[in-house]
């Protein structure tokens, strides 16, 4: 098996008269990476702190929990060199899609949000154990849990231009927003909105009306409502769902109707930041090919099978 001589930091086959000790190794890996200035130089140190656990997890367990800590580390790092995404652009769109070509999309998203949440990241290392190294899933999951605590505080998350665009056209205009306030609409730009004090729920929705509800509870009844009220003035609609919803009893009839699931996370503007998960349109109108058409940019549309 492999480890990595700390004079050169090359990969090199195992020899016990090396004496080579995992955590000289990783501070070793450690410091080589902080020189790094490129995505390619960081994932080839990556490789060798996984030659390291690769010969752990076949011997013994002590000193995984330092391997792991230096690999969540560097991926930090890497999060770091990447970038923020392009906020409100699908990610295979990124600049950095060619440039980085060896760092696969899921991977690009989880090393930018531990590189926004490294106190997360610190966390769970600090709380890891030679028996439970702290993991990449576990970093993610812990980062998704706090993201999730923050979002159901707040309810304002607001759809990039993107996206609203791209409704505008299929619809051919926004006449009602009815979950919105007036820092969205500037995005939205419909000729009519509810907000927190108008009570949409208990007002009509007529004409073309794109609707990204309430984070939480309050999603369901909106979308209640909309089902409710499509066939008495509602030309067409959009809504914009979390697509961790598909399972309950409220999302079923929407099923019925065009669909369109992201292939990415969304970069929500407002207080509630970026999404945790992927996303879902759904097209209620006369003309789900011109939808198709245009939200295939976005990912798989799909309809249910008759």
């Given at each position: ?5 700390t ?12 004496g ?7 501070e ?17 140190a ?50 950095d ?26 966390e ?19 980062i ?46 419909a000729?009519?909105y ?19 509800p ?20 509602t ?11 598909t399972?309950?009893?409220w ?32 097209y ?23």
């Open positions: 098996m492999s480890l990595v001589d004079a050169t930091g090359e990969v090199v086959a195992y020899d016990q008269n090396k080579l000790a995992v955590y000289e190794q990783c070793t890996i450690e410091r080589w990476a902080a020189e790094c200035d490129s995505v390619p130089e960081l994932r080839d990556g490789n060798k702190l996984a030659a390291i656990d690769e010969y752990l997890s076949k011997t013994s367990t002590e000193g995984r929990a330092r391997v792991a800590a230096a690999q969540r580390r560097l991926e930090v790092r890497v999060g770091v060199l990447l970038g923020p995404a392009e906020v409100g652009r699908p990610v295979r769109e990124n600049v899609r060619d440039r980085h070509s060896d760092v696969s999309r899921d991977q690009r998203a989880d090393f930018r949000r531990m590189a926004e949440h490294p106190d997360i990241v610190d769970v290392i600090a709380k890891s154990t030679d028996e439970e190294p702290a993991s990449r899933r576990k970093v993610t999951d812990a998704r849990k706090r993201s999730i605590i923050q979002s159901s505080e707040s309810n304002e998350w607001y759809t990039p231009s993107v996206y609203i665009e791209a409704a505008r056209t299929v619809m051919g205009g926004i006449d009602l927003d009815p979950a919105s306030c007036e820092e969205a609409n500037r995005v939205v730009r000729e009519r509810y907000c927190d004090a108008d009570d949409g729920l208990s007002k009509p929705w007529p004409g073309r009306v794109w609707l990204n309430p984070y939480g509870r309050l999603g369901a009844v909106f979308i209640s409502r909309l089902l409710e009220v499509f066939d008495d003035g030309e067409a609609a959009i809504c914009l769902l979390n697509a961790h919803c399972d309950t009893k999302f079923q009839p929407l099923w019925n109707e065009t669909l369109c699931f992201t292939d990415h996370r969304i970069d929500f503007a407002g207080s509630g930041g970026g999404s945790t998960h992927g996303s879902v349109f759904a209620l109108g006369p003309d789900p090919t011109t939808f198709a058409r245009h939200f295939a940019e976005f990912g798989p549309v799909v309809k249910r099978w008759p």
